[in-house]
């Protein structure tokens, strides 16, 4: 089946992308030219700057943030209760149709 | 001021690729100091992912960064390298000609070095401060707004707001706690990754009504000509609330940056450096550029690839080194003389 995510930009431009099984969210945004994720450390939780808002009907799916993340999140400007690294969700079919918001800025 | 360090080979950058190299440098009787902003060997591996496994080392099917950092140091302890850490390089001037090159290479600490040859191993950059994203903070910078702790005079007396939750962001708390005239500690949740026991220490600080602990995130500055009046702190219900604040110090981690590298009259592509593959030479004699920062046809940015630049590199640099010598090519295996080099002969 095919899995798909929608970006929403913080002009509020949508875009939606197919995403691999086993890949992450973050790979996802990269592999589609999706703005506004830097991805600065590739992948490794190291830094924030793929931070996204998770639309709150998908968060139950999501989960919350490691403890690890949670840390890296203290560098991410803006967080919210909803805010996640997107390298560390794991695209599932569960997470088809996922919603994910970017901030204006990555730390 | 200390005299000039005189050595074959001064290495910008002190991560794997940089320690791996040391090794091949040794092995051809060279000479080499390491100059790194952080305040230890490692690079990348040290400060982004030192506990985290890595998968692609040759001979490793799993190895830390911490782990490969504490193999590769004990791998050139033969050879005695120098490290003059906590300074980035600065200034890159040449001295020599193309056909007998020579560098003094300035940090920002004062240090000088004079040397054969320079390898930049400097990876994304050098680490610095990460500054949080605070319309109008530049404003502020070097004024009222510090991302590290230089001199604590500055502090002394006034009302110093210090943001983040890490070791570096508690251990300034206690540290400056008792000369500011009030301290608040800003961080986004009521839980901290520093160590335990400043936690433990600043949470007392706080019960004893010495200082504050607001839990919040900065969205906004206020004060004149570079002189901070007021931060705006959001609390994680949306309340906004000012804060009275003289000195602002945040914590946000650190981000690679190119810095002075861009000056020092090397070809650069995308912040890169281009460099032949035979060699790992920059367009200037001399400047040798590997690991992450370099690139050329096919580059991929892996720690193996940045081992073999390096090996290239010491070959061609062995020739500005003794350009009177006659390079023979030798296996650690079956050459005494390299084992004796290495102790084990």
Known sequence: MTIKITFIDSSGEKRTVEAEEGSTVMETAIRNSVPEITAECGGACACATCHVYVDKAFLSLTGGPSPQEEDMLDFAYATQPNSRLSCQIKVTPELDGLIVTTPPRQG | MEESIKTDVVIVGAGPTALFTVFELGLLDIKSHLIDVLPRAGGQCAELYPEKPIYDIPGHPMITGDGLV????????????????????????????????????????????????????????????????????????????????????????????????????????????????????????????????????????????????????????????????????KSAKGEVSELAVERLIPFFGLTMKLGPIAQWGLNLNENLIPVDTAQFETNVPGIFAIGDINHYPGKLKLILCGFHEGSLAAQKIYHYVYPEKKLVFQYTTSSTNLQKKLGVA
Not at chain 2, 183 to 211: C, I, Q, W, Y
Request: hydrophobic content about 40%.
């Open chain 2, 70 to 233: 504490e193999k590769l140091l004990a791998q050139i302890e033969p050879f005695h390298p120098t490290f003059h850490f906590e300074q980035m390089v600065t200034e890159l001037e040449v001295l020599g000609s193309a056909q007998t090159p020579a560098f003094r290479v300035k940090t920002e600490t004062g240090r000088t070095f004079e040397c054969k040859a320079v390898i930049v191993a400097a990876g994304g950059g050098s680490f610095q401060p990460k500054k949080p994203p605070i319309d109008g903070i530049e404003a502020y910078e070097q004024k009222s707004v510090f991302y590290a702790v230089r001199k604590m005079e500055e502090f002394r007396d006034r009302n110093v707001v210090i943001v983040g939750g890490g070791d570096s962001a508690l251990d300034w708390t206690l540290n400056l706690q008792p000369i500011a005239k009030r301290l608040t500690l800003v961080h986004r949740r009521d839980e901290f990754r520093a160590a335990p026991h400043s936690v433990n220490a600043m949470r007392e600080l706080v019960s004893a009504g010495k200082m504050d602990l607001r839990i919040g995130q900065i969205i906004g500055l206020s004060g004149d000509n570079g002189e901070l009046a007021s931060a705006q702190v």
